[in-house]
């Protein structure tokens, strides 16, 4: 018996995730964000027509364009904190779309479909789909996200890795142990790169912060919506500072709650919140008085960060302390990398300070060697890496352990034997 695995997107690169596994699962199916060309390779899916859909977590890189599909009407899984997530993020794509003029990549009664059609599944719950058997497994990114493993008829197995994380945050458990496959499809994203002590980060990130508000400054905190948000409250409150909070991560975070069962400690993030202000939109021109904001979009491209920085790009006692990685050519990178950015028509030339955090919620470099030793042991034979600007050279380390490793190509087809 053979199977065969087909890569649409995601390959030697971060962002449009898509797999497709005998041309009839599909796992994942995501956008690229701020690129033109930011489909998988094959947008719409002319001529295949796969039966199951598999969503390894609620992030647009992997779920934003499973709307466009629901007219081939198949059957989709994923954990309930992905669905929500999945009809939430594809209700703004359609939004941003709008008011941008685009013709957007489905409509609301797509979405519709969606939610009515996705069918809700847990970790460690197996259900059957086009011939396989399929488990979801604890990926510990961000709540609700899953890897998950196929099981052929014949015994063939798979396990895709989504993205990953093994180290506990404050938000979440690492992820659970990975189980054995023959086949292994595994995320990139920190290749080559070590992420610094979670403690001594937060402590350097709380100093600096404090350091800000003594001098008379705004700390203005940008941060990913969906789990980022979430955790700096977290990390906030556990150090007694007091923030504001604006944006979609407040949202996030009351969708969070109604799923208590996915986080480390709901009450902890409950709490949280509670030590924070929300801001409503009106009240934003009352907040810039010597505060803590934590706001949202991430990389600077859009949101109430920017309604901040436009008002604070000249104050050199403020600072602007981003909390992630910053993808080349976003707000976030000019903002690091030139002390420059672009708000609506205005290029701002930044004054205030701006300090970059590795909060990621990604394995680090060792975690994702730990992975792929793990599977080598469990007697793995077969690595796909993907997700990641170094898949080739993480391909290339994994083949010294006697595996056979390769860094695809979007749209490249493999059959196994
Ligand atoms: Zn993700």
């Given at each position: 018996m053979e199977c065969s695995l087909r890569f649409?997107?995601?390959?030697?690169?971060?962002?449009?995730?898509?797999v497709l596994i005998d041309d009839d699962i599909?796992l994942?199916?995501?956008?690229?964000?701020?690129?033109?060309?930011?489909?998988?390779?094959?947008?719409?899916?002319?001529?295949?027509?796969?039966?199951?859909?598999?969503?390894?977590?609620?992030?647009?890189?992997?779920?934003?364009?499973?709307?466009?599909?629901?007219?081939?009407?198949?059957?989709?899984?994923?954990?309930?904190?992905?669905?929500?997530?999945?009809?939430?993020?594809?209700?703004?794509?359609?939004?941003?779309?709008?008011?941008?003029?685009?013709?957007?990549?489905?409509?609301?009664?797509?979405?519709?479909?969606?939610?009515?059609?996705?069918?809700?599944?847990?970790?460690?719950?197996?259900?059957?789909c086009s011939g396989y058997n399929a488990?979801?497994?604890?990926?510990?990114?961000?709540?609700?996200?899953?890897?998950?493993l196929l099981e052929s008829e014949s015994g063939i197995r798979i396990f895709y890795?989504?993205?990953?994380?093994?180290?506990?945050?404050?938000?979440?458990?690492?992820?659970?142990?990975?189980?054995?496959a023959d086949i292994m499809i595994?995320?990139?994203?920190?290749?080559?790169?070590?992420?610094?002590?979670?403690?001594?980060?937060?402590?350097?990130?709380?100093?600096?912060?404090?350091?800000?508000?003594?001098?008379?400054?705004?700390?203005?905190?940008?941060?990913?919506?969906?789990?980022?948000?979430?955790?700096?409250?977290?990390?906030?409150?556990?150090?007694?500072?007091?923030?504001?909070?604006?944006?979609?991560?407040?949202?996030?975070?009351?969708?969070?709650?109604?799923?208590?069962?996915?986080?480390?400690?709901?009450?902890?993030?409950?709490?949280?919140?509670?030590?924070?202000?929300?801001?409503?939109?009106?009240?934003?021109?009352?907040?810039?008085?010597?505060?803590?904001?934590?706001?949202?979009?991430?990389?600077?491209?859009?949101?109430?960060?920017?309604?901040?920085?436009?008002?604070?790009?000249?104050?050199?006692?403020?600072?602007?302390?981003?909390?992630?990685?910053?993808?080349?050519?976003?707000?976030?990178?000019?903002?690091?990398?030139?002390?420059?950015?672009?708000?609506?028509?205005?290029?701002?030339?930044?004054?205030?300070?701006?300090?970059?955090?590795?909060?990621?919620?990604?394995?680090?470099?060792?975690?994702?060697?730990?992975?792929?030793?793990?599977?080598?042991?469990?007697?793995?034979e077969i690595?796909f890496?993907?997700?990641?600007?170094?898949?080739?050279?993480?391909?290339?380390?994994?083949?010294?352990?006697?595996?056979?490793?390769?860094?695809?190509?979007?749209?490249?087809r493999f059959m196994i034997e």
């Amino acid at each position: 018996m053979e199977c065969s695995l087909r890569f649409l997107g995601g390959c030697g690169e971060v962002g449009r995730s898509a797999v497709l596994i005998d041309d009839d699962i599909l796992l994942d199916y995501g956008i690229k964000p701020g690129e033109s060309s930011n489909h998988p390779a094959q947008y719409p899916l002319n001529g295949i027509n796969p039966q199951t859909i598999i969503i390894s977590h609620g992030h647009l890189d992997h779920c934003g364009l499973v709307p466009n599909i629901t007219d081939i009407r198949p059957d989709i899984y994923a954990t309930p904190i992905t669905r929500h997530l999945t009809s939430f993020l594809a209700k703004d794509t359609l939004a941003i779309a709008r008011r941008a003029g685009h013709v957007p990549p489905f409509y609301a009664q797509d979405i519709n479909e969606f939610t009515r059609c996705a069918r809700i599944t847990d970790y460690r719950d197996p259900f059957e789909c086009s011939g396989y058997n399929a488990e979801l497994y604890d990926a510990g990114h961000i709540p609700g996200s899953a890897s998950v493993l196929l099981e052929s008829e014949s015994g063939i197995r798979i396990f895709y890795t989504g993205d990953v994380n093994l180290a506990d945050t404050r938000l979440l458990n690492g992820s659970e142990p990975q189980p054995k496959a023959d086949i292994m499809i595994v995320e990139s994203t920190y290749y080559g790169t070590d992420h610094a002590p979670r403690k001594e980060l937060e402590q350097e990130f709380v100093d600096s912060i404090r350091e800000t508000i003594d001098r008379g400054g705004n700390a203005i905190i940008p941060c990913f919506a969906i789990g980022r948000t979430q955790e700096i409250l977290m990390i906030l409150h556990k150090h007694g500072l007091h923030p504001y909070v604006d944006g979609m991560g407040v949202d996030v975070f009351k969708r969070f709650a109604q799923y208590p069962e996915y986080l480390r400690d709901s009450d902890a993030l409950q709490r949280a919140f509670d030590n924070a202000t929300i801001v409503k939109p009106r009240a934003r021109s009352r907040v810039l008085r010597n505060s803590i904001i934590v706001t949202t979009a991430g990389m600077l491209n859009g949101g109430p960060a920017l309604y901040y920085i436009n008002r604070t790009h000249d104050d050199r006692f403020s600072k602007i302390l981003l909390t992630g990685y910053q993808v080349e050519g976003t707000n976030g990178y000019h903002a690091l990398n030139h002390r420059r950015m672009t708000v609506g028509k205005r290029v701002l030339h930044l004054r205030i300070a701006v300090e970059q955090y590795d909060f990621s919620a990604h394995s680090g470099d060792c975690e994702l060697k730990k992975v792929v030793r793990r599977f080598c042991d469990l007697g793995g034979e077969i690595v796909f890496t993907m997700h990641g600007d170094r898949t080739e050279e993480f391909a290339a380390w994994a083949r010294e352990h006697e595996v056979d490793a390769t860094a695809p190509a979007n749209g490249e087809r493999f059959m196994i034997e």
